[in-house]
Each structure stands twice: as C-alpha cells, then as structure tokens.
C-alpha cells in the first residue's frame, strides 16, 4: 500500500494557490457566514409555499441536492413529531429528509501508521471509488457527511490529488475518497462522559411510544432526545425478519464507532441500499446486533423509521457512546464489571 505521500503531490498542494481562486481549509464559513446547507436524503422532496403540506407545491429537491438553509421554522402546522421545516430558496422543506451538513476541507496526513486511523466524513458527500488491479479507477459507494471511517492507505487517486482509504469488513476491500474531504477523529472527541459516576447508577430509557431516548444518572435525567426506532412488523411471512425494535430489559454489550450495514452489495448507484461508515454504534441485544447508532440517511427523528435499531442524530448517538460502559476509546474497548443498562418498552 501506498502510504506515504508523495513528494510530486506535496509540491502540488503547496503550488494550489496559484492556480485560481482557492479557499483554505475549514474557511468557507468565510464566504457563508450566515448560512447553513442541507442534503437532501430521499429520492425527492417537495418544496412548499408555507411551512405546510397543505400548502401549494412551488417545487421539487432531489437526492443529494445541497440547499441552502435560511432559517429553522418550528411550524404551527407540524406535523406535531416533527414541525421543523426550514425556509429554502423559494419556499419551505420539512425537515424529514434534509441532513444539516458542512462543508469542511482538512489537512492531509503525510502518511498513515500501520494501525487504520477513525476518521470523519466532514463535506456533504464524496464520490468514492475502487482501484482494480490493472490500474484502472471505478465509482463505489457514496459516503456521506457525519459518517465514520476506517482508514489504512494514502495513495494518488483519480485526479492524481492524494486519497485515503477506507477498509470496508463487510465487502473485503478498501475503496478511494478525497484524502482533503476526511477529518481524524481525536482521542479528545472519545473521552468518557461523566467516568467517575458508578456504571451501576447509569440507565438508558428508550419508549417505543413517544420515540424517545432518555439517560439517567442515579434516577435523574441528564439527557433526553427524539429517536427513530423499528417500523412496526406487519409481514405475516415467518421467513422475513422483523424490524421491530425488541422490547425488555438489556445492556450494552460492545460498540464500534463505524459500521458498515447493509448486504455489502457491491454497487456504485445511488439506489444500493447499503449503509457504509454508520456512525457511534452501541450494541444491546446481542443475538441479532440491534443497537443505538447515528444516521445519516434522515432527520425524521420521533417516528419509527430503522430495521430495528435506535437511530439518533450522529452528535447524540456519539454522545450516548461516550456516556454508557463499557467504556471504549481509541485504543479499545475497556472491561467493566458493569454495562449500562437499556430499557425498551
């Protein structure tokens, strides 16, 4: 593996000043100081007059369209789970289907240990691609904003700019993005969230109902946050597997902060349903690898919506994987005596 870059591609970034108009790393706040951007996550969605879906329909947004966000409207005509719209050019979007995303460009490591690096897509979406033995480039999966990466190699790529990549279990290969468009995540990012309270006094609540995630710490909520577990099982087919989120009482059992999840298809169209770099996944009901995670694929939180797992926006998937034991960092997963406990009623 090339994992070293070259001294050809360092003279290139040095020399990208030059060659036009060119904006530094992490500064495009600079040219959109008061704007946020959203990614649309589904195959359309419709934008509206007013901040209703009663309201007449002025257009439509597409997958992967990036708009910009003027303002967040807690709207009078809801829906009442979700009544976040946010006023677009021309009109109003639900928020249902819009990831707030950024656009962030980072440094580039000079090279990659031998040990595979945790990183963060941190642009709304990268084009990747695998390399194939006769040296030819092909598209894969598109990775999206907030989700998680494993990284092992740096090598020239397509456009002959350097490019990491990503080891990927589940499919057995490692495919291509834009080294600039992934950010290292920190030992700081992971450190535990309030270590020195007993793991024992630590509860996770998660009501089906309400849709709704709630952490206490020797009985008093410290945290609480909308959620999307299970669509409800309507297949009388026993052969087909539920996507109802079990209910009881369990624990977490292990976590990981990137999972691939999906049938590891190996396809390049947007259609493929696969969900690579699924971020902050804490496991609880270990026979059938339901667990607590980040999504990135919608902002629907507070109605059923998963296979059966607890989704959560990325930030507080990622702060329930720093809060419960066992406690995991960089370095791995620590042996507790206690592992915090998970109520799904």
């Not at 990466?149 to 279990?169: C, E, F, K, T």
């Not at 990012?189 to 952490?215: C, H, R």
């Amino acid at each position: 593996m090339e994992k070293n870059l070259s001294r050809r591609n360092f003279l290139k970034i040095l020399s990208l000043g030059a060659a036009g108009f060119t904006v530094k790393p992490g500064r495009l706040d600079l040219l959109f100081p008061k704007t946020e951007f959203g990614r649309v996550t589904k195959d359309s969605v419709s934008v509206y007059e007013k901040p209703s879906d009663k309201s007449k329909i002025i257009a439509q947004r597409f997958l992967d369209d990036i708009l910009n966000l003027y303002q967040e409207v807690n709207s009078e005509f809801g829906p009442a789970y979700n009544p976040i719209w946010y006023r677009v050019w021309g009109g109003y979007v639900h928020s249902a289907f819009i990831q707030k995303v950024n656009y962030q460009l980072n440094p580039i490591l000079g090279s990659i240990p031998d040990k595979a690096i945790l990183m963060e897509l941190s642009v709304p979406y990268s084009q990747s691609y695998v390399l194939h033995s006769n040296g030819q480039w092909e598209k894969f999966y598109r990775l999206y904003y907030d989700s998680t990466h494993s990284v092992n190699d740096l090598r020239d790529g397509p456009d002959g700019q350097p490019w990491y990549g990503i080891a990927d279990g589940l499919v057995n290969l490692t495919y291509y993005v834009p080294a600039t468009h992934l950010r290292v995540v920190t030992d700081e990012e992971l450190s535990p969230i309030s270590a020195k309270i007993d793991p024992k006094l630590k509860k996770i609540e998660i009501s089906i109902s309400t849709q709704t995630l709630t952490a206490y710490e020797n009985g008093k909520i410290v945290r609480q946050n909308k959620v999307s577990t299970g669509i409800p099982y309507l297949n009388l087919d026993p052969t087909k597997t539920s996507t109802d989120t079990p209910k009881g009482q369990f624990h977490i059992t292990g976590k990981r902060p990137s999972v691939h999840m999906g049938d590891g298809t190996i396809r390049s169209d947007k259609g493929a349903y696969e969900l690579p770099g699924v971020p902050w996944v804490s496991y609880f009901e270990s026979s059938t690898g339901v667990a607590i995670h980040g999504a990135y694929w919608h902002n629907n939180f507070g109605v059923t919506m998963s296979h059966g797992c607890v989704n959560m926006q990325p930030d507080n998937a990622k702060w329930i994987y720093r809060w419960s034991t066992p406690t995991v960092t960089l370095q791995g997963q620590e042996e507790v005596v206690s592992r915090t406990s998970v109520l799904v009623y």
